[in-house]
């Protein structure tokens, strides 16, 4: 028996030694990733439809304000290959009296579906604009299938409103999402004989709201039974493409998040952001337009080793988001409190939400 117990020891020893030998062998690239250069971008034809490229293999993009402090112990963590997939393909989300069909598709591809959808379901296309993003229905009042889909009565007794429908296709918040719109409106008794505005502003009452969601629900039925036979618009390649929301640097540091969008969708989707980036929130007040945020590197967040002795730590309030109105767009910038005494990290928790806002 000792002869076996020694014999262990010596084997369990030369395995020691063994990993250790290993782990030296093995080289740590974290340098070398921080003090390589940066490539020259791959370049295409003019002539080439960009559209028909994209990365096989990603690599994360690294913002100017992320570039100017780079150091090991904060790599960026590698790509998500699913970070550009919504957890459904298709969501009806509404805020402040707006109702959208949000799709994890670019506009170019669902504008022939939306044209088809209103088609098949009898509403037709009096009116289109590929550059607006918009199509305008027939009167509905003369389709069968158009009138129940909009819940008008077979016989009807007396005179009812005349209607038609509008569809506004437009690229999402969200980097490659497409953001649909549908609603009904009230037209003359011959019908619109031309393309009416949309009004971003307009107010809607509760059941033109619950119109434009049944809508949205028959589209997004209708999009998913379609989803192996896609086409694609080059009509709609005029269609603005801009993104709504912006990263602003001065130098090499982060200074704020300009959003191209009303108040009240700035706010969701800011919090939205907070949440998929695992930020804690202590405060918020959409009034006064603040976030209460423990901004701390996982580094001072960690309880460290005898965690399971005691209970989890608290957040600290370490930095203040602030949105406000400015003209046509809200501005988010990020600073330290005053009773933080640790590193001031606006520009990388502005940098970070970002990520997550488009």
Not at 20 to 39: F, H, I, K, N, T
Not at 263 to 271: A, C, I, L, Q, T
Not at 274 to 297: M, Q, S
């Amino acid at each position: 028996m000792a002869f076996t117990l020694r014999m262990l020891a010596s084997l369990m020893g030369l395995i020691s030694l063994l990993t250790v030998a290993g782990c030296s062998l093995m080289e740590d690239r974290v340098q070398r990733y921080v003090d390589a250069p940066e490539g020259k971008p791959i370049e295409v034809p003019e002539s080439a439809d960009e559209s028909r490229f994209s990365q096989r293999m990603p690599i994360r993009d690294i913002s100017a304000a992320d570039s100017g402090r780079m150091y090991a112990s904060e790599l960026p963590e590698p790509p998500d290959m699913t970070s550009e997939i919504l957890q459904q393909n298709y969501t009806i989300e509404a805020v402040d009296g707006q109702v959208w069909l949000l799709v994890n598709e670019v506009p170019g591809r669902l504008w022939p579906a939306v044209t088809a959808y209103m088609n098949q379901q009898g509403l037709g296309v009096a009116y289109e604009n590929p550059q607006l993003g918009l199509l305008q229905s027939e009167l509905v009042n003369y389709s069968k299938r158009a009138r129940s889909l909009l819940g008008l009565a077979d016989n009807p007794e007396g005179e009812e409103p005349r209607l038609a429908v509008q569809a506004k296709v437009s690229p999402g918040i969200r980097r490659k999402t497409t953001e649909i719109r549908l609603r009904s409106f009230r037209v003359g008794d011959d019908g619109p004989d031309q393309l009416v505005a949309w009004d971003e502003n307009a107010s809607r009452s509760p059941r033109e709201l619950e119109t434009s969601r049944q809508l949205l629900t028959d589209l997004s039925s209708f999009l998913q039974s379609r989803e192996d036979s896609k086409s694609y618009s080059r009509a709609a390649l005029g269609m603005p493409v801009e993104p709504r929301v912006r990263l602003v640097s001065e130098g090499d540091s982060a200074t704020r998040i300009e959003m191209e969008l009303d108040y009240g969708r700035s706010w969701n989707e800011v919090r939205r952001a907070l949440e998929e980036a695992d930020i804690t929130v202590i405060d918020l007040n959409r009034e006064e337009g603040y976030f209460f945020v423990d901004a701390r590197p996982e580094s001072e967040q960690e309880p460290g080793w005898f965690s399971w002795f005691s209970d989890a730590p608290e957040p600290v309030h370490s930095h203040d988001l602030i949105l406000e109105r400015k003209n046509d767009r809200v501005v988010v910038t990020a600073s330290r409190t005053a009773d933080y005494s640790g590193e001031g990290r606006s520009a990388a928790l502005l940098s970070n939400l970002f990520d997550y806002l488009y």
